[in-house]
Nanobody, 117 residues
Framework: QVQLVESGGGLVHPGGSVRLSCAAS????????MGWYRQAPGKQRELVAL???????MYLDSVKGRFTIPRDNAKNTVYLQMNSLKPEDTAVYYC???????????WGQGTQVTVSS
C-alpha cells in the first residue's frame, strides 16, 4: 500500500502562485510515475502533470510554461508549482501514484485550489 498526503492548496488571486506537495509513504518501491490530476465541479478529471521514474515529464497543454512538477526522491515527495494562475485553474487537485507492473493506482485526498479576485 501507498499513502499519499497532499498539502498547499488555498485561495489565490489571478496571476499568483501556489505550490502543492504530495508526500508518499508505505510501500513506495516500484513506483512508475507520480502526477497531478484536477477536477472542477461537473467536469471530467484531467491529468495536469506527470513525472516518470526516469524523470521525463508531461504537462497538460493549457498549463505548459506555467506549471512544473519537481520531485524530491529522498523525501518521496512530488510538488506541483503553479505560476500565473488563472480562474480556470480552479479545481480540486489530486496526487496520483502508479505502479505499472502490479497494476496499482493510488490517490491523495485532494486539495482545493481556488483562483479568484
Amino acid at each position: 500500500q501507498v499513502q499519499l498526503v497532499e498539502s498547499g492548496g488555498g485561495l489565490v488571486h489571478p496571476g499568483g502562485s501556489v505550490r502543492l506537495s504530495c508526500a508518499a509513504s508505505g510501500s513506495i518501491f516500484s513506483i512508475s510515475a507520480m502526477g497531478w490530476y484536477r477536477q472542477a465541479p461537473g467536469k471530467q478529471r484531467e491529468l495536469v502533470a506527470l513525472i516518470r521514474s526516469g524523470s521525463s515529464t508531461m504537462y497538460l497543454d493549457s498549463v505548459k510554461g506555467r506549471f512544473t512538477i519537481p520531485r524530491d526522491n529522498a523525501k518521496n515527495t512530488v510538488y506541483l508549482q503553479m505560476n500565473s494562475l488563472k480562474p480556470e485553474d480552479t479545481a480540486v487537485y489530486y496526487c496520483n501514484v502508479k505502479k505499472m507492473k502490479s497494476r496499482e493506482d493510488y490517490w491523495g485526498q485532494g486539495t482545493q485550489v481556488t483562483v479568484s479576485s
